[in-house]
């Protein structure tokens, strides 16, 4: 099939999953477009928000549509390493056996990761980056496609432990989540307290997930927006001269050349699930704040003076 081909059928599977996902989940549609953008982009992503926003729920049911095996774990302060990795073990012959820990899925919910210590956390980095793990010396390929969908409590200061920054660099995309609108609300709440049982299926396999996100990557950027790309991440980092006065005021850290190629990879896919061939600057802003809001660090004034992270990455435009 070629590659036009391939992203014209991709556009229409793309409507159906979207469907799929709303079997289940009420509104939030721009969440899970840009879960999806990562997924198909080959990235993870970080979910910020408040409990009981069904985040564990949507990550289950995106797997369900994607026809992908899902692992949740739930972080807490006494979790070890072994506990996600796996461990050896000596089986009745006296010969040490692997057990493969839960990382082995092709989508792992990481629940509350900021509630683990930062040896825990470090547990997941392999794993994310190399797509393998390394344990008592052995290395082990993980399953592909291959994705950390983690979750953060923005509001839990107690007992946590912040992701290092070189952990969040790791992550394409970090997503807030808001509350529902008062008529989203309503419909969850009927959808959830009667008998019934919603069934998703799986509309796609992995291998066809994978052939996708070659596709994707196959897709042309014209230089002018790789180009429109890098000089934005550039405008992040205030020891510049391109960095504008709202950057240079408040931003402590810019972000570094991993967010240039998220925010191509992750515009070339925002452009296919639009029916693009080719993305253009508008779809690099459209996925800019997703790919920057956790890459640059805000300094004690900005803080101070209540200035937020899509305030000076739409100044960036």
Do not use: C
Not at 112 to 127: G, M, V, W, Y
Not at 156 to 184: H, K, V
Not at 222 to 244: H, Q, S
């Amino acid at each position: 099939m070629s590659d036009v081909a391939a992203v014209e059928q991709f556009v229409k599977k793309y409507q159906d999953l979207k469907q799929e996902i709303a079997k289940v989940i009420v509104g939030q549609d721009d969440v899970i477009n840009q879960i999806l953008i990562s997924v198909f982009s080959g990235g993870h992503s970080l979910l910020i928000g408040v409990p009981g926003l069904a985040k564990t729920l949507m990550v289950n049911t995106i797997a369900q549509a994607l026809g992908l095996d899902f692992k949740r774990i739930q972080f807490t302060p006494d979790l070890m390493p072994s506990d996600i990795l796996g461990s050896e073990i000596l089986d009745e012959d006296r010969h040490f056996k692997f057990v493969k820990g839960p990382i082995f899925a092709n989508i792992i919910l990481a629940d509350e990761i900021n509630r683990t210590p930062p040896k825990t956390q470090a547990a997941l980095l392999e794993a994310m980056q190399e797509r393998a793990v390394t344990v008592a010396g052995h290395h082990y390929k993980l399953d592909l496609p291959y994705f950390v969908l983690a979750t953060q409590n923005p509001i839990e200061q107690e007992g946590t432990y912040p992701l290092p920054e070189a952990q969040l660099d790791r992550f394409m995309f970090a997503i807030n989540l808001e509350y529902p609108s008062f008529e989203e609300e309503v419909q969850v709440v009927k959808a959830t307290t009667n008998d019934e049982k919603v069934k998703v299926n799986a509309l796609f396999s992995a291998a066809e997930i994978l052939e996708y996100q070659h596709v994707i990557r196959r897709i042309p950027v014209a230089d002018n927006v790789i180009e429109y790309a890098v000089t934005m991440v550039g405008k992040t980092r205030p020891d510049t001269t391109a960095a504008p006065d709202i950057v240079k005021q408040y931003i402590d850290w810019g972000a570094g050349p991993r967010a240039s190629q998220n925010l191509i990879l992750a515009a070339k896919t925002h452009a296919v699930i639009n029916g693009k061939f080719s993305p253009d600057n508008e779809d690099v802003q459209a996925v800019a704040t997703s790919v920057l809001r956790h890459r640059i660090i805000k300094n004690y004034k900005a803080e101070a003076e209540g200035v937020s992270e899509k305030q000076v990455i739409k100044s960036l435009f």
